[in-house]
């Protein structure tokens, strides 16, 4: 019986095999490894580009820093009866100061994170909070959850909100997959689980009044409250439905296509929709919507090079009026404050939020 004695490899024969065996294990993760997404393939959205009425403008580098170092992400602002001014922070904290004060003082904390935020008739600080549901804070500080879940379901990220004449506190869930801590993994995976939402401070009944939203954020009811507005992020659009007249219960598009990715809104009372952008469109993260594997693939990559990384920071403000026309374009391409998420408007000065600053935004127009 004849017996064969295999050559005993070179160094270098070793060293291939084992470079071809670390290249099929990677090439394995990157096409196995489960990530937490479940991508849709999604057609490209058509993009303006910062040209004809969104053209770049240095307006917003103007803006006055209040209250700087507060802390990060004043995400909205809005003032109270009392004259001061209230915002939320990502540490969990809503802070009040006045138009002029060099230091902001801790009004509640609450234990979450406060996003929208706006007073009632009542005088209660109705909270938005995308971790602990729709919040009302009392003047002597208490803090009431009003409600949490729709249909026996929890909220998964509560973010924008506007209260009606009649009390009715109209609010977002931006969405039913995943919280603000992941918020970017709404933007991989392309899915449109947020909702419009009613509450009835009367009969404390929560009623989903849109669903099938991509990323619902700000909103905002227009004139006369005929109807309602609210953000699809993800959309780069403005959604509304009509709650009166002929039109009462239809959903439409009242602004699509729009050059960055819109935030908060905001009606001042006088035929001007503030919408906040705080980023502008991207089209390396636009161009992989269509491709549902290489956006499970961006998962597989170190996070500082996929949903790690940061734009640059930009400022932009554009304000619509009830037709959708651009009645005004304020920009800042060096975001001296930049990555603005809402904009709301008192005695002729825009106060300006951000998820990036440790300050809130005031600009006076003119």
Do not use: C
Not at 47 to 60: E, I, K, Q, R, V
Not at 98 to 103: E, Q, S, V, Y
Not at 160 to 170: F, N, Q
């Amino acid at each position: 019986m004849a017996i064969i004695v295999q050559p005993e490899r070179t160094p270098m024969q070793r060293a291939r095999w084992v470079f071809l065996i670390l290249i099929a294990a990677l090439a394995a993760y990157l096409a196995l490894w489960p990530v937490p997404i479940d991508p849709a393939a999604v057609a490209p959205i058509p993009n303006p580009g910062l040209t004809g009425p969104f053209a770049p403008d240095n307006s917003l580098a103007a803006v006055k820093h209040l209250v700087p170092g507060v802390g990060l992400g004043p995400e909205d602002v809005t003032r109270g009866p009392d004259g001061f001014f209230y915002s939320g922070l990502q540490d969990g904290r809503i802070v009040r100061f006045r138009d002029g004060d060099a230091t902001a003082e801790t009004f509640v904390s609450t234990g979450g994170r406060p996003l929208g935020v706006q007073f009632d008739a009542a005088g209660n600080l109705v909270v938005a909070d995308a971790f602990r549901g729709l919040l009302s804070v009392a003047p002597d500080r208490a803090i009431t959850v009003l409600t949490d879940s729709v249909a026996g379901e929890r909220m998964v990220f509560p973010n924008g909100l506007d209260i009606s004449t009649d009390g009715t506190i109209w609010f977002s869930d931006a969405s039913r997959r995943f919280d603000q801590h992941r918020f970017m993994l709404d933007f991989l995976e392309m899915r449109p689980t947020g909702r419009l939402l009613s509450y009835n401070p009367k009969t404390h009944q929560t009623t989903v009044r849109l669903e099938g939203l991509m990323f619902a954020n700000g909103v905002a009811l227009g004139p006369g409250e005929n109807f309602v507005l609210v953000n699809e992020t993800m959309r780069a659009r403005i959604a509304r439905l009509w709650l009166s007249g002929p039109n009462a219960g239809r959903q439409d598009v009242f602004l699509d296509n729009l050059p960055g990715y819109p935030d908060n809104l905001s009606y001042n009372k006088r035929g001007t929709f503030w919408v906040a952008f705080p980023a502008v469109r991207s089209r390396e993260l636009e161009s992989l919507w269509p491709h549902s594997f290489l956006r499970k693939l961006a998962l597989r990559l170190p996070e500082r090079w996929t949903i790690g990384r940061q734009q640059p920071l930009y400022g932009m403000v554009i304000g619509f009026d009830a037709t959708g026309k651009v009645v005004a374009n304020l920009q800042d391409p060096d975001g001296g404050y930049g990555s603005i998420t809402s904009v709301n408007e008192f005695d002729g000065k825009l106060y300006l939020g951000s998820i990036r600053m440790t300050s809130v935004g005031q600009y006076s127009l003119r």
